[in-house]
């Protein structure tokens, strides 16, 4: 019987500093960063407490700092926005929407900003026919309109810009709203609202020559049928303004959470040992379960083949081919679009807050997984589990 590893605490080390780092950098307050971490404030209040203590500081940024902060980014926004040529603006209509009323409701959103009779000259409409059209009640299909839009304005922003038509379907249909697909990318489309698109990701896995590593246990197979039964794992170059970031995931196939992470700037066997032991003392798997990964050096080290031996882990590499370990390149293709490509990092530490924050608070509880029919992780876990109990 293999040894089972000492894990006493919940939450590892760098989980506890990258939550408090999370706290520090951003204007949300203790409860709302507990609520998104799963944890629970008072367990997140002693973290902090803890930090400052041991770093001699007080608290950084006040509430009304942070809101102030977000109200001169937002006023930047919107000044940037306005401050785009007329004429130049023109080309946002796409020649298929150039219809009157089209070019009508451009002119309604500019009139606080250009002459009325300027853009009707520019646009080839005529003043009195807008001015009619504003008196025109608006029809039941232009209200529907409006509603949806500010729906699906509002769940684009809460997925931080990143879903595009077929996620923000599938959230208005989990809220009960019958709308066909067409009609959200027409609307996305009028809203200027986009989703994140995927890049081809650069080959990055480093072998070791004449090293014959172990059997390939998956075969491509990514569908247990329980959580615990395979995870697997792969690393992360991420560039910042000081240097290379290196992130090791760990994802459990079963509901494509992450279940263990760690952050280095360097490619030692360690950056990949911390990321298991996290998920390790996270989920406490049975003996059995299976660690699969890519040829990398890191994870045909004798350290890490320690660990999971000591751990009651069976380590499964395969081959040569993306495909071989497709559900670990999915999750960094999404982390790549969602965030490394819509952000510039001037530091790590700044890069460690956005990375933590987008898997613990976004990626594993609230972004939606074609794989598993449009729930989070979390949600789909909390589904089979509910599913489990009902069946017993």
């Known amino acids: 019987m293999p040894r089972k590893p000492k894990y006493r605490k919940p939450y590892p080390p760098e989980f506890r500093r990258e939550a408090v780092a999370l706290y520090a950098r ?4 203790l409860g709302e960063i507990a609520a998104d971490l799963g944890v629970s404030r008072e367990s997140l209040r002693l973290w902090v407490q803890q930090a400052q203590i041991e770093r001699g500081e007080r608290d950084g940024l006040t509430g009304d700092e942070g809101e102030e902060l977000r109200e001169l980014r937002a006023a930047g926004a919107v000044a940037r926005a306005r401050a785009r040529d007329l004429e130049k603006s023109r080309g946002l209509l796409c020649e298929g929407e150039r219809d009157a009323v089209s070019l009508y409701r451009f002119i309604a959103a500019e009139k606080a900003s250009y002459s009325i009779s300027l853009m009707c000259r520019l646009l080839g409409v005529s003043r009195s026919g807008f001015h009619a059209w504003q008196r025109r009640p608006p029809s039941d299909r232009a209200l529907a309109d409006a509603w949806l839009g500010e729906r699906i304005a509002a ?6 810009g990143t879903y595009g038509a077929r996620r923000v379907h599938a959230v208005l249909r989990h809220h009960g ?7 959200v990318e027409r609307l996305m489309r009028a809203r200027r609202l986009t989703g994140a698109v995927p890049r081809k990701r650069a080959k990055t896995t480093i ?21 615990n039964q395979l995870w697997v794992a792969d690393i992360k170059y991420i560039p910042t303004g000081a240097g290379w970031l290196y992130l090791a995931a760990v994802v459990d196939c079963f509901s494509r959470r992450v279940v263990g992470w760690s952050m280095r700037d360097d ?26 990964s890519d040829q ?19 380590i499964s590499i395969g081959c040569t081919s993306a495909y071989d370990n497709a559900v670990a390149e999915s999750f960094f293709a999404s982390l790549t679009k969602d965030l490394l490509r819509r952000q510039h990092f001037r530091g790590r530490a700044e890069t460690r807050t956005a990375v933590f924050d987008y898997i613990e608070s976004f990626y594993n509880r609230l972004r939606l997984h074609s794989t598993l ?19 017993a």
């Open 177 to 183: 709203v019958r709308v066909g697909r067409k009609r």
């Open 207 to 227: 072998r070791v020559p004449g090293l014959r590593p172990a059997a390939d246990l998956v075969g491509r197979d990514f569908a247990p049928s329980a959580p």
């Open 373 to 391: 029919d449009y729930l989070s992780p979390v949600d789909y876990e909390r589904m089979k589990e509910e599913e489990q109990q009902e069946a």
């Open 267 to 292: 490619l030692r066997a360690e950056l990949v040992v911390d990321a298991l032991e996290m998920a390790v003392a996270r989920r406490r798997p049975r003996p059995g379960l299976i660690h699969h």
């Open 26 to 29: 951003t204007d949300k307050t």
């Open 296 to 314: 990398g050096k890191q994870y045909v080290s004798l350290l890490f083949g320690d660990r999971c031996r000591e751990a009651g882990i069976d």
């Open 155 to 160: 769940i684009h922003r809460e997925s931080r």
